[in-house]
């Protein structure tokens, strides 16, 4: 019986290490073959992996440096090890932070890769990288590592990925104060986008003003250019991720860490440039998507509310289960973040 229970011990220890390794190699083969950006990310690898060295301050105005020197580093390598080398970084720095600042390992792990695997690791290679390095950040500022935090958001900003320079937003994110401003601004900002006032035209305005030789701007530019009138700032889901968000909020926020707080507030700032972005719906999305991801850490209290809701786990790990599959269904089969190939000559 006691071998029986170290055994069972044993392979729970081992649980964590299994999930990293599968993990790392599910990204790697997403990243390289099977996602919408496969064949991008190959021209990117193939394209700067074959200029020199001298060219890469002129190429950083494209992309960011890190990824510009790994793939010079492996010229003449298969693609294949570039892109095992930013899996292993961005998952194993998910992974760690997950253990560091969730409550419950798995129940974060199982919304990560629910959602933000597909979408982030095994599609948007950069900026899932930048993301982990910022939130690393985020969590060194809720523990008073104040010098720590700038510089590992600096890292991710201009390193991985220009966009993060908007996580330098967290460090007004650590009271609570602000998180009640923060869940008016959203329903404020649809008001004012029903009346015909819109965010994303003043940034037009700002924009064809820039210089888009300016280092991350021209991208930036190019999504902010592109209209489209079917982007809205709300839509069923994210309307129910609010009030779930405001719920659970408002119900555990005396027991909240520092760390959760500043993912709660980042839950409610994703949706609030839904809103300031809405009619530019790349950059909506790209936005968004960098502050979402802290709901994996809060999650578990998500979980928490839904057992006392039920009150029992049975009932709970079924809607759990029914809304994770929904949200994986709806934001990764049906999005089309999975591309088969044609020939499985792909992978020879």
């Known amino acids: 019986m006691e071998a029986n229970m170290l055994r069972i011990k044993e392979y729970i220890s081992l649980m964590p290490i299994l999930i990293f390794v599968f993990l790392v190699f599910l990204a790697t083969v997403l990243s390289a073959y099977l996602s919408l950006d496969s064949l991008a990310y190959q021209e990117i690898f193939k394209k700067y992996s ?26 003449g390598w298969p693609s294949i090890i570039w892109f095992a080398i930013i899996a292993l970084c961005s998952v194993s720095l998910k992974l760690i932070l997950i253990h560091k600042g969730s409550r419950d390992f798995y129940l974060s792990v199982l919304l990560y890769v629910a959602y933000f695997f597909v979408l982030q690791d095994g599609t948007g290679i950069r900026v899932s990288l930048a993301i982990a390095i910022a939130f690393f950040g985020a969590f060194f500022f809720s523990t008073g590592r104040k010098f720590l935090a700038p510089f590992m958001i600096t890292c991710a900003a201009f390193l991985f990925h220009y966009s993060l320079a908007l996580f330098f937003l967290i460090f007004a994110f650590r009271g609570k104060k602000i998180t009640y401003i923060l869940i008016l ?100 999305n790209r936005v968004s998507e960098i502050f979402r991801f802290g709901l994996v850490f809060v999650f578990p209290l998500y979980y928490r509310f839904c057992l006392e809701v039920t009150k029992k786990p049975v009932i709970a790990n079924v809607l759990i289960g029914i809304g994770l599959a929904g949200y994986f269904y709806y934001y990764v089969l049906r999005a089309g973040l999975i591309v088969w190939p044609d020939s499985w000559n792909v992978f020879l």
């Open 185 to 284: 601004t959203w329903p404020c900002l649809i008001v004012l986008w029903w009346l015909g006032l819109s965010g994303i035209s003043v940034i037009k305005m700002l924009v064809v003003h820039i210089d888009p030789e300016w280092i991350g701007f021209n991208q930036l530019r190019s999504y902010a250019l592109r209209f489209n009138e079917t982007s809205t700032p709300y839509s069923v889901q994210f309307i129910f991720l609010y009030i779930a968000s405001v719920i659970v909020f408002f119900r555990f926020k005396d027991d909240l860490t520092s760390f959760e707080v500043i993912c709660f507030n980042c839950v409610f700032v994703s949706l609030i440039f839904l809103a300031v972005f809405a009619g530019a719906e790349g950059l909506q």
């Open 50 to 75: 074959a200029t020199g060295w001298s060219k890469i301050w002129l190429e950083i105005r494209d992309y960011e440096f890190f990824f510009l020197a790994l793939a010079k580093v492996f010229n």
